[in-house]
Every structure is written in structure tokens, then in C-alpha cells.
């Protein structure tokens, strides 16, 4: 019996240690670095790919050896399945790793930034102009874009919410509007509810128009209040709002400097020719401001000017206000100003 037990030992040894290299050259395969880049490279996976037929694109690429390995690690491991999107490959990264990341869908993410303070044309731009989006909307109307959101009736300006998106290459242009469209609708039914009692606005959209008007007079956090006050107290008291950017809404090619003759060309949104509030908002407002246009801050101040840097000066009277214009503008205004 004994010769005969170590027949049969001798050849379950050699498939033990087949089965040890086979597993050992495996788990080498799988953590070693993929090879053919030093920089990070994005790599795209069509709808309806297979591992295989990726694995074979890697490899003649010069990315990945021996694919049909790759194939069997992802097969082995019950990994093949694999989910389309956009991938970024890094230097140093295991084939494991890819194959994990492509099994559980990580896909490459795209950032736009929706910016306060700009107009429905500025980020219509931005959408076009981001090469990760698929462009849907390039050529239609802003009355088209609306009603592609389900809104035919309702004015674009304002609408849609200011942030930092995030989205995967693909993503539709509607996509990411519908996003920050919701996200605005949300954040002014909630503002709204805090509103102070007894404002001169009357609906939130009036609410929606006067941070605007907030957005567009002043970056400087602190004075976001203040402004709201003087815009508050003058339409309590029937005195035209006078608020410069009101004056060059809707012109494209505006050099950055408020004109006299822009503030006596009328049309419905300036402020120094018509009185009340603009029909609609004059660009994108942030939460901030939002939150100024229903929570004023109480005073006395009717007027404020720039100061240059920023900042403004507030006045209470016709008086202390031409003075500060005197201080703050002259010699900041350009041939012909006077």
C-alpha cells in the first residue's frame, strides 16, 4: 500500500503547485501597475461594451497586457460586467483597480460653475462651451429652452440657481437647467417663508426680481441687507429704485461703465425711467441675496454710492448723497460724463 500512496501523492503535489503559481501569477497579474502612461489618461466606455472587447481597445492602445488575462481576472472574480461612462486611468493604478472602477461604475465627473450675477445668456455660453455636456439646446430661443423645461410661460432671467454642478460626460445641457431650475424654485420657497411681514414685495417672484437687483448693486457680503433696506424704503415711499445695472440690462457689448445717456434710454427695466420694480430679474441671484431681499435691514439711508473698492456709501438724505457722489465719482467719470 505504501508505494501506491506515493504514486498518487506525487501528482497532487504537481496540481497543488500549478494551482499556487496559477493563483500567484493571478494575483501578480492584478496588482502590478497598468502600463503605456505617465500622465492621467480618460478613457471612454460606449453603451453596451464588453469587458472583452474594452480589455481589447486597452491593449492596443498600449495600456493593458495580455487582455484575455484581463478578461479571466474580471470573469474569476465576477467582474465582466462593466458599466459605460468615461474613466481617468492614473499612473499607478493596478489593473484591479481599473477593473473594480469600471465594475462599479465610477465614472470621471464634470464640474460647471452657474455663477451670481450672471444672465441667462452668460450661462446659456457656459453650457455650449463645456465639451462634456451634450448640447441639445444650441440655436433655440430662451422661449424654446423654457418650454423644453416645462415652463412656456415663465421668463428665463433668474431662474435658475447658482452653484457648482457636477455631472458625467453625456449629461444633457436640459439635464443640468432642469437641476438648478429646482434647485432655485426650492431655495425661494423656502426664503420666501421667512420673509419679513409688511415688505412692499408681494409674491416671491417680486422677491425673485429684488435680489437681483441686490446681486448686481454689491459683492460685498455685509452690504447685502443695506441695500435691500434703501430698495425697501424707497418703493414703501413711491421713489424710483435708480439702480444702475437696471440701466444696461440685455446689452451684450456693455464696456463696464454706466453712461449718462444709458440712464435716460428707457426701456422696461430701467430703474431711473420707470418706477416699481423691472418685469423680471436682470440675472442670477444667490441665496445670500435672496435672503437680503426678504429680511432688510432696518434704517434710515435712501441712497448709497460706490465708493470704488467694492464698498458703497449710504446716505439718508438727497443732500449728504450728492456730496458722496461728489467725494466718491468725480474723477472717475470718462470724457462726456458731466
Known sequence: ?????????????????????????GWRYATEPLDGFVDPLDIRVPSGSSLHRVAAELAEAGVLE??????????????????????????????????????RGEVLMHRLTVVEGWQFRELRQALEANEAL??????????????????????PE????????TFSRGTTDLTLLRQAYQRMAQALDEIWADRQPDLPINSPYEALILASLIEKETGAAHERR??????VR??????????????VYGIEDFGGVVRPYHLRRDHPWNTYTRAGLPPTPIALQGKASLRAAVDPKPGESLYFVSRGD??????????????????????RRGPGDE
Open 66 to 103: 495580455h487582455p484575455r488575462l484581463f478578461v479571466w481576472l474580471g470573469r474569476v472574480q465576477d467582474r465582466a460586467d462593466i458599466r459605460a461612462g468615461e474613466y481617468r486611468l492614473r499612473p499607478g493604478m493596478s489593473r484591479q483597480q481599473m477593473l473594480e472602477m469600471m465594475h
Open 158 to 165: 433668474g431662474r435658475f440657481f447658482p452653484d457648482t454642478y
Open 310 to 331: 467694492g464698498t458703497h456709501h449710504f446716505s439718508a438724505t438727497l443732500e449728504e448723497h450728492n456730496r458722496a457722489i461728489d467725494r466718491y465719482l468725480r474723477g
Open 1 to 25: 500500500m505504501k508505494p501506491s500512496v506515493r504514486l498518487i501523492s506525487i501528482p497532487l503535489t504537481v496540481v497543488l503547485v500549478g494551482a499556487i503559481a496559477l493563483l500567484w501569477g
Open 234 to 247: 424707497r418703493l414703501e415711499r413711491g421713489m424710483r429704485l435708480q439702480t444702475d445695472p437696471t440701466t
Open 226 to 231: 443695506q441695500i435691500a433696506g434703501v430698495f
Open 134 to 155: 451634450d448640447n441639445t439646446l444650441a440655436g433655440k430661443s430662451d422661449e424654446a429652452v423654457m418650454a423644453a423645461l416645462g415652463h412656456p410661460e415663465k421668463h
